[in-house]
C-alpha cells in the first residue's frame, strides 16, 4: 500500500462531482493516515483563496470548506505556479498553509518511492 497520496484536482465548480471527489478522496485519506498532497490545479485553483470553498455546494456532499480544513490539518495542499499566474493569485492572497509550486515539484512527489498519484 502507498505511504503517500498525491491527489491533483483540475475541477472545480465547472465539474461540481469531479471537485467533491477529489477533495473528499484526499481528507478520507488524510484523516485514515495516509501522507497527502492536494494539488490545486485548472478551476480548483480557485479554491486556495479564503472563504471561495464556502461559496461551492454540492448536494449530498461533505461542504468543500471542512474538506480542505482536513487536508490542511494533516497534508499539505499546494497551488499550481502557472494557474495561480494565469488568475493574478499570489503567495499574499492564498489561505494559511497554501503553497504555490510547479510541475518540477508536482513530478517529484508524484515519482516517490512509496507514492500514488490520483488526477480528477
Do not use: N
Request: hydrophobic residues 50%.
Amino acid at each position: 500500500m502507498a505511504k503517500k497520496l498525491v491527489i491533483k484536482v483540475t475541477a472545480g465548480s465547472d465539474a461540481p462531482e469531479r471537485c467533491s471527489q477529489a477533495f473528499t478522496v484526499a481528507a478520507v485519506a488524510a484523516a485514515s493516515g495516509v501522507e497527502v498532497s492536494l494539488w490545486l490545479t485548472g478551476e480548483s485553483a480557485w479554491f486556495a483563496l479564503p472563504d471561495r470553498a464556502a461559496e461551492f455546494d454540492l448536494p449530498h456532499a461533505a461542504p468543500l470548506p471542512d474538506l480542505l480544513d482536513s487536508v490542511l490539518a494533516a497534508g499539505r495542499v499546494t497551488l499550481c505556479t502557472q494557474c495561480a499566474a494565469r488568475r493574478d493569485i499570489t503567495e499574499k492572497d492564498v489561505i494559511e498553509g497554501v503553497r504555490i509550486a510547479g510541475a518540477q515539484v508536482f513530478v517529484q512527489e508524484a515519482m516517490a518511492e512509496g507514492t500514488q498519484a490520483l488526477v480528477y
